[in-house]
């Protein structure tokens, strides 16, 4: 019997200033193979990396902004967004990419994806993984 | 008990790669087992074997490269954020057409899958990173 | 289920000690490094947040690091232990995960 082991990978980073968004998110593509317990945290800054309307054409840097909207075909449909830390950028759920998943044992209904959890609730998701990676 | 290792910086510029070190050289004489030092982004720049710093200084490249040597460490630079920073074995040198490769001793190229197999191996992961 | 958080950057640059306090489970452990262990010192403008979380968590820094920054052992704020990397494996563990805020 193969382990499944809870990952959680913790953003706390902006996007675009820095790699670190877009090499985390990869990280979440390649691992979404691996059939684990995936979840995503947004956090500090890391809540900008789900902004909508992202256009990096006048910085010509690569816009993967887009990809985030995949991450529920690779069955990553936790995650978290800590309700502090938008509140602290002026930011609700509407500003966010809208992302969604097909329940496969809900007749393939489309939920979001995203959960807006308070500082005690990620509290307590980040203390029951097995595994967690920032970057 | 088994460590995955994680590297996120390159070496000199921030204490990640300094305080991995440490860390892993400490958890072998302590007994325990490193499943792989995994160097992702900016971290792939510890594999380099064409760095010359300064001779009264740590050599960080050269002494990952010992202590895998002397553990049969199994060191991995991320495939991606090797081939976007310039670090190159020589297969992948090959491939790009590049006139050089510049890997050092001890460090090998793979995918992310190797970290990810890392997490599951190992009973803990250490992140170290700026 | 206890995690050892670990924050490696200066109170006074980056946000990572506020928000490791903010997450950090009741019973958790949290160990300075690096630049981090600025936040052990008494006197600063964050002792009173470090005064709360020793009670709240067990702290810890990395001595070398102290050593390495010119940091008195005697200006550290009280209920914070020293360990070495020998210590830091140890902690790695003594608790169920680890958790580096960067």
Known sequence: MSVIKKFLYVNRRAPHGSIYALESLEVVLIGAAFDQDVALAFIDDGVYQLMLNQDTSGIATKNFSSTYKALGDYDVNKIYVEKESLEMRGLSKENLLPLTYEDEDDDWAEKDSIQIVTSAELSDIIDNQDLIFSF | ?130 | MSVLHIINKSPFEKNSLDTCLRLAKKGSAVLLIEDAIYAAQKNTAVADKIDAAVIKHTVYALEPDLDARGVDKSTIIDGISLVDYDGFVQLATEYSGTQSWL
């Open chain 2, 1 to 130: 008990m088994k460590f995955g290792i994680m590297v996120n910086e390159g070496p000199y510029t921030h204490q990640a790669s300094d305080t991995a070190y440490h860390f892993t050289a400490a958890a072998l004489n302590n007994g325990h087992e490193i499943v792989r030092v995994f160097f992702y982004q900016d971290g792939v720049n510890n594999g380099t074997r064409l760095a010359v710093p300064p001779q009264d200084d740590r050599n960080i490249t050269t002494r990952w490269s010992e202590l895998a040597a002397q553990h049969d460490l199994d060191m991995v630079l991320c495939v991606a954020a090797a081939q976007r920073r310039g670090l190159l074995d020589k297969d992948e040198a090959k491939r790009a057409g590049k006139d050089t490769d510049n890997m050092a001793p001890g460090f090998n190229i793979s995918g992310l899958g190797q970290l990810i197999d890392a997490g599951i191996q190992a009973d803990r992961v250490m992140i170290f990173g700026d």
